[in-house]
């Protein structure tokens, strides 16, 4: 099988129709102004001019799913029994994400480690992350707010994805990452696309050094840990935050869910949704308690949860894919990555000076 | 230079208040963000320009026990005065900078006419036009074109209530009829296509609630009926029947008190015109029960009253 | 009894404690025919009916929403209905704009002692929900 092809611009639409026949294909289309990833059907428009307002995520996570029907089923003999029939569905189809960024592909590998490099897989996830396959475009520009390069991506960067393509002038050029992503490869629609790929891999070089970094060439931000632990930091910087769900549910990374029941007579349903840390219902106890009560209490769960949690859970690597979009459709403009590099001491200034010293005691993740 | 204006006036107000709300640069030069400044060092950041979109006023009854300075356009201001109608904040407690407004700029329009390119570069003239630089050249564009639409039927450029006015007063020559006309249009279009428009909208909702939390008439924010499990008003299924109902609480919760700020809808990630509804209900409000939201401090909303007898009310028939 | 037997429709009414409860009662007692469209929900008083009890019926699989309290100026509260009235109007002005008929909802007064005014109320309503069909004839309806 061909490891590289090469698709004409005037039959990308067709490849597209053609990933559809048997699979559930998931790609960018526009809606008025907005991008969104939805199932394709021939009434959608494909736009990848640029990123989707929303990741892919909800292909393989999707917002809300079943975990299982339940009913009650009372004995007719004895009025007081009652048994559950419970059905759960784990078959799930063959899905294509097609148009996903590097940054959106790069956060599938986040959620690997969580729900199915585990003891006990997760039968959801990993059911539909098996039938998945996901063809990413590079990026040529960065969108306002994109930092991939700092926390260890690039717009050409292939790990998570199984087929890369590559805009070049006249038209796709497309590499096969994965045995998944050879069978791709195989539509009609696929030239051969040898000739292309030094245009290509030039072309991937040239983006790379356009996207901003804002920790530095290391790509480990060092967090310093008393910043990080003092109220005052997060009080002064995080005043703004309206506390919504904006960065969590467009966050590619983001994979904390809520489990409720949904019940009515004798039927009901489990169902499995997104939360997220911004939420005040995520932390709230039973007894009323709430210990994460305040909006900047929240917003340094996530930085933690992305930056040092995660990372010493997991080898250092960064929760975060720097796509970006926390800080585009953030509604006041709150910078996670300016946060991070305040945090990382970089900017001595914070809380009017009198941290000084904390700012010089950091902590490097990748020793713990 | 009216940045130099405000911060001599902010620095005026500084030493009797625990926090001044203002504006300073955001993450790129086409966003501007809030800032919460406790220091006079920090005034130097503050920044002034038809970037400056955010309804900072929203922060205020969450600041309730604290002596605030805070900046308002003339839209911003109708929010103070609904907080009064409401008994939300102290009056006292909150110093009021006023700005004369000819319009800010809806950053998504700019966005949409430059491909959504990062921006390098944004430079505003007298005149009010606005020149966004990319790597692909530069854009000037009049106000006009790239206000959000609440700005172009504005009748309220100076604020209604203010304690230092920065600037001179402007003066609005458009009528209340120009402000819902867009509604008036809507309502003329056949009921099938209202229902499938609306399906249509709110169906890209996700739920992040940023329209809730940017609302500065929501007040109940962390005890929201759309998320309790008691009372358990919809459930977390992501189907349109939920996301509708929740679009129908935050509009109705809001009825004879949306101040029209527009913040639900300019901070929607989904471009879901959520300010639409409420801008019915407003229009009706008035037609029933003469009442607009935030223009006069003594008023009382019309859901907290009724009268014996209500002229504008016809017993409906069968 | 149905307008048409196989195709009875959804009709949800809520209906005050003292006056219109009272006078669906006395339309049983004194055994008027009425269509069974209707499922009752007793609230205290009209002033109880949040505007959102009648969109949540709506969205979920209602085609009709019918609201009846106490007559003005004989709340058993004395003002209930006064605020209900106003919240009523304004919803009844907003379905539209939604794109739900306005006629799926009604709200009116009836008193303990009309029975037949409640007769007549209940058969009408259902007769014009009826006419306009169902609401959900396509549409996910979720439990």
């Known amino acids: 099988m061909a490891e590289t092809g090469f698709i004409q611009k005037e039959k990308l639409n067709d490849f597209i129709k053609e990933l559809s026949k048997d699979a559930v294909v998931y790609a960018p289309c526009l809606e008025g102004d907005t991008v969104l990833f939805k199932a394709f059907d021939a009434d959608k428009t494909v736009c990848l001019d640029r990123p989707a307002n929303n990741?892919?995520?909800?292909?393989?996570?999707?917002?809300?799913?079943?975990?299982?029907?339940?009913?009650?089923?009372?004995?007719?003999?004895?009025?007081?029994?009652?048994?559950?029939?419970?059905?759960?569905?784990?078959?799930?189809?063959?899905?294509?994400?097609?148009?996903?960024?590097?940054?959106?592909?790069?956060?599938?590998?986040?959620?690997?480690?969580?729900?199915?490099?585990?003891?006990?897989?997760?039968?959801?996830?990993?059911?539909?992350?098996?039938?998945?396959?996901?063809?990413?475009?590079?990026?040529?520009?960065p969108s306002p707010g994109c930092f991939c390069v700092a926390v260890g991506g690039g717009p050409a960067n292939n790990e998570?994805?199984?087929?890369?393509?590559?805009?070049?002038?006249?038209?796709?050029?497309?590499?096969?990452?994965?045995?998944?992503?050879?069978?791709?490869?195989?539509?009609?629609?696929?030239?051969?696309?040898?000739?292309y790929a030094d245009e290509a891999h030039k072309k991937q070089l040239e983006s790379e050094k356009l996207v901003k970094n804002p920790f530095g060439k290391d790509c480990q931000p060092e967090i310093s840990m008393s910043l990080f632990d003092s109220d005052e930091f997060w009080e002064k910087y995080l005043s703004k935050c309206l506390s919504c769900g904006a960065c969590t549910y467009l966050c590619p990374t983001c994979y904390c869910f809520n489990i409720t029941d949904e019940q009515m007579l004798n039927n009901g349903e489990r169902i499995r949704s997104w939360d997220g840390c911004m939420f005040p219902h995520f932390t709230l106890e039973g007894s009323g308690h709430n210990p994460r009560p305040t909006k900047f209490k929240r917003f340094r769960n996530r930085v933690g949860h992305k930056f040092?949690?995660?990372?010493?859970?997991?080898?250092?690597?960064?929760?975060?894919?720097?796509?970006?979009?926390?800080?585009?459709?953030?509604?006041?403009?709150?910078?996670?990555?300016?946060?991070?590099?305040?945090?990382?001491?970089?900017?001595?200034?914070?809380?009017?000076?009198?941290?000084?010293?904390a700012v010089t005691d950091t902590v490097k993740q990748e020793q713990k | 230079m009216i940045s130099q204006k405000l911060q001599d006036a902010i620095a005026g107000v500084s030493d009797k208040v625990d926090v001044v709300i203002a504006y300073q640069q955001g993450f790129d030069k086409l966003h501007a963000t809030p800032c919460f400044m406790t220091?006079?060092?920090?005034?130097?950041?503050?920044?002034?320009?038809?970037?400056?979109?955010?309804?900072?006023?929203?922060?205020?009854?969450?600041?309730?026990?604290?002596?605030?300075?805070?900046?308002?356009k003339g839209?911003?201001?109708?929010?103070?005065?609904?907080?009064?109608?409401?008994?939300?904040?102290?009056?006292?407690?909150?110093?009021?900078?006023?700005?004369?407004?000819?319009?800010?700029?809806?950053?998504?329009?700019?966005?949409?006419?430059?491909?959504?390119?990062?921006?390098?570069?944004?430079?505003?003239?007298?005149?009010?036009?606005?020149?966004?630089?990319?790597?692909?050249?530069?854009?000037?564009?009049?106000?006009?074109?790239?206000?959000?639409?609440?700005?172009?039927?504005?009748?309220?450029?100076?604020?209604?209530?203010?304690?230092?006015?920065?600037?001179?007063?402007?003066?609005?020559?458009?009528?209340?009829?120009?402000?819902?006309?867009?509604?008036k249009e809507f309502e003329n279009k056949p009921i099938e296509e209202r229902l499938k428009y609306w399906e249509g909208e709110f169906d890209r909702c996700i739920r992040c609630y940023a329209c809730r939390n940017a609302c500065p008439m929501c007040v109940c924010q962390d005890s929201c009926i759309a998320?309790?499990?008691?009372?358990?008003?919809?459930?977390?299924?992501?189907?349109?029947?939920?996301?509708?109902?929740?679009?129908m609480i935050h509009a109705l919760h809001l009825a004879g008190r949306c101040v029209e700020c527009g913040e639900c809808e300019r901070v929607c990630p989904m471009n879901i015109p959520v300010n639409k509804l409420k801008r019915k209900i407003n229009l009706d409000m008035k037609e029933l029960y003469n009442y607009e939201p935030g223009v006069t401090p003594e008023d009382k909303p019309p859901m907290y009253t009724f009268n014996v007898d209500e002229v504008t009310i016809k017993e409906h028939k069968i | 009894m149905p307008e048409i037997a196989s195709q009875e429709l959804r009709v949800v009414g809520f209906l005050c404690n003292w006056c219109s409860y009272g006078g669906a009662d006395t339309a049983g007692v004194s055994r008027f025919k009425q269509p069974t469209d209707l499922r009752i929900i007793r609230v205290p008083c009209s002033g109880r009916v949040d505007p959102l009890f009648v969109v949540k019926a709506l969205l979920n699989g209602a085609d009709g929403v019918l609201v009846s309290g106490c007559h003005p100026r004989d709340c058993h509260y004395s003002d209930g209905n006064f605020y209900a009235r106003r919240r009523?109007?304004?919803?009844?002005?907003?379905?539209?704009?939604?794109?739900?008929?306005?006629?799926?909802?009604?709200?009116?007064?009836?008193?303990?002692?009309?029975?037949?005014?409640?007769?007549?109320?209940v058969t009408d309503f259902t007769k014009r929900i009826h006419e306009l069909g169902p609401l959900h004839a396509k549409k996910e309806v979720t439990p």
Not at chain 1, 61 to 81: A, C, G, H, M, R
Not at chain 1, 331 to 346: H, K, N, Q
Not at chain 2, 43 to 60: A, E
């Open chain 1, 160 to 195: 998570g994805s199984d087929v890369l393509i590559t805009e070049l002038e006249k038209g796709y050029f497309v590499e096969a990452v994965t045995e998944k992503g050879k069978a791709v490869l195989n539509a009609p629609q696929v030239e051969s696309g040898a000739s």
């Open chain 2, 75 to 183: 839209c911003d201001s109708r929010t103070i005065l609904q907080f009064i109608q409401e008994g939300l904040i102290n009056r006292e407690n909150v110093t009021i900078i006023g700005i004369p407004c000819s319009g800010v700029i809806s950053v998504n329009k700019i966005l949409q006419a430059i491909n959504h390119e990062p921006v390098e570069d944004v430079s505003f003239d007298e005149k009010g036009n606005i020149t966004v630089k990319t790597s692909k050249g530069e854009k000037t564009f009049s106000l006009q074109d790239v206000c959000p639409d609440k700005c172009k039927t504005c009748r309220f450029p100076t604020p209604i209530v203010y304690d230092v006015l920065v600037g001179d007063p402007i003066e609005s020559n458009k009528t209340y009829d120009d402000a819902y006309a867009d509604i």
């Open chain 1, 55 to 141: 990741p892919p995520k909800l292909a393989i996570f999707p917002q809300s799913e079943t975990l299982f029907n339940f009913t009650y089923i009372k004995d007719t003999e004895d009025p007081k029994k009652m048994s559950v029939e419970i059905k759960a569905n784990t078959e799930f189809p063959k899905a294509v994400i097609f148009g996903s960024r590097p940054c959106d592909a790069n956060g599938f590998l986040i959620y690997d480690r969580v729900y199915i490099d585990t003891n006990t897989p997760d039968p959801y996830y990993m059911g539909r992350r098996e039938k998945t396959t996901i063809v990413t475009l590079c990026c040529n520009a």
């Open chain 2, 39 to 72: 220091t006079p060092e920090e005034i130097k950041n503050v920044i002034w320009n038809p970037l400056c979109v955010h309804n900072l006023t929203s922060y205020l009854p969450s600041l309730k026990k604290k002596k605030v300075a805070v900046l308002a």
């Open chain 2, 227 to 247: 998320e309790t499990r008691d009372p358990h008003w919809i459930s977390q299924r992501a189907t349109l029947s939920e996301k509708f109902m929740f679009h």
């Open chain 3, 88 to 121: 009523l109007e304004m919803l009844k002005k907003l379905l539209p704009f939604l794109g739900i008929e306005e006629k799926r909802f009604h709200y009116t007064w009836v008193s303990a002692s009309e029975g037949a005014r409640w007769q007549q109320t």
């Open chain 1, 308 to 357: 040092v949690y995660y990372p010493e859970k997991y080898n250092g690597v960064i929760a975060c894919c720097g796509c970006g979009r926390c800080i585009r459709y953030c509604p006041v403009s709150v910078d996670i990555s300016e946060v991070v590099s305040y945090l990382r001491g970089s900017q001595p200034d914070v809380s009017s000076g009198t941290k000084e010293n």
